[in-house]
């Protein structure tokens, strides 16, 4: 790879992660914020992220992670944005039982979710995750975010963060029993990412969904496969959940509901900018044209909602 593509492709990142800030009410500089675990089911837990930008300051701590004490061991949903996380997660873990953590569930291969994976590899857990988080792992984007992401989150990403792969692929649907627990790992992706997976624990009635859920707020697209992304969420309703664990923000417990909000609105958007995009009118004049009224007041419809609906605008022309 040339010099000038290397930078093109740290200049596009740069340019997505100063606008996914802004999608946070938080500042990307927020205090050092403690790790804690909070319950969400019989034996299911959750560590909440802050909402901000990942910094030096809040050690890349802004997504969530899950866990859940089976009768042989711990699964662990997703590590944290650094490896210092990860093994503070594992503190907090040790806190509420001795047994062994055997495995960790990636919901996708974004850095704030794996950078902590190696904490888990290293007292031996089991990695499992989507196939197509293989592409991601093997490019030079994943190397080039790694590389920016030792200066950016210094010192909480260095020279001795790795990328870590998993251990068992998994390609569709599938029931397994992991530490003496029945585990739902659905097939997400393309949705948000290329390599999306949702976890539900039948027994806990939880249901991890990673990024594929927004509460209350208008959701972040960015690149993501927008129509993949509705019928994903088309078979999350199905699921008979009683609390979901987001990647981002507290867990809901009304699941049906922002389920729908999240559908609802892209379903929304891809209307509105459907008719355009295929006939080539101007974004602009699609965007000015179309009535925002429902959403308006929603939080961060003014920072998210226009580079959504001109994404998806964006992808429907290349559909």
């Known amino acids: 790879m040339t010099l000038s593509l290397r930078l093109k492709i740290l200049a596009r990142h740069s340019i997505v992660l100063t606008i ?16 804690s675990l909070a319950q969400v089911g019989p034996h299911a837990y959750y560590a909440q992220g802050i909402s901000a930008l990942g910094s030096p300051l809040n050690r890349n701590f802004i997504s969530n992670a899950g866990v859940v004490m089976g009768p042989q061991g711990v699964i662990v949903i997703d590590a944290l944005g650094s490896p210092t996380l990860g093994s503070q997660l594992i503190t907090e873990i040790r806190k509420l039982t001795d047994k062994p953590i055997q495995y960790v569930i990636v919901t996708h291969y974004h850095a704030d979710h794996i950078y902590g994976l190696q904490s888990f590899v290293d007292i031996g ?10 592409d991601y792992l093997g490019s030079d984007t994943a190397q080039l975010r790694l590389q920016a992401s030792r200066t950016e989150l210094a010192p909480w990403i260095n020279d001795q963060t790795r990328l870590v792969p998993a251990t068992r692929w998994i390609t569709d649907d599938i029931r397994l029993t992991l530490s003496g627990l029945d585990v739902d790992i659905i097939k997400m992706g393309p949705a948000h990412t290329p390599d999306d997976l949702a976890i539900f624990f039948p027994s806990e009635g939880v249901l991890f969904a990673g990024d594929l859920v927004f509460r209350g707020r208008i959701p972040y697209v960015g690149n993501a496969d927008s129509l993949g992304w509705i019928k994903s969420l088309d078979k999350l309703l199905v699921r008979d959940a009683k609390t979901i ?10 699941p049906s509901e922002d389920l729908k909000f999240t559908r609802d609105y892209l379903v929304f958007v891809r209307q509105a900018m459907a008719r355009a995009a295929r006939e080539l009118e101007p974004f602009d004049d699609a965007y000015a044209t ?5 959403y308006e007041k929603v939080p961060l419809f003014k920072a998210a909602n226009r580079m959504n609906a001109y994404n998806i605008y964006l992808s429907i022309q290349n559909e």
């Open 20 to 35: 996914f800030s802004g999608l946070f009410s938080a500042s990307a500089h927020s205090a050092d914020s403690p790790l």
């Open 125 to 134: 857990a089991t990695v499992i995750a989507q196939e197509s988080a293989k």
């Open 245 to 254: 664990v987001p990647g981002h923000g507290p867990a809901s417990t009304t």
């Open 290 to 294: 179309t009535d925002w009224s429902q």
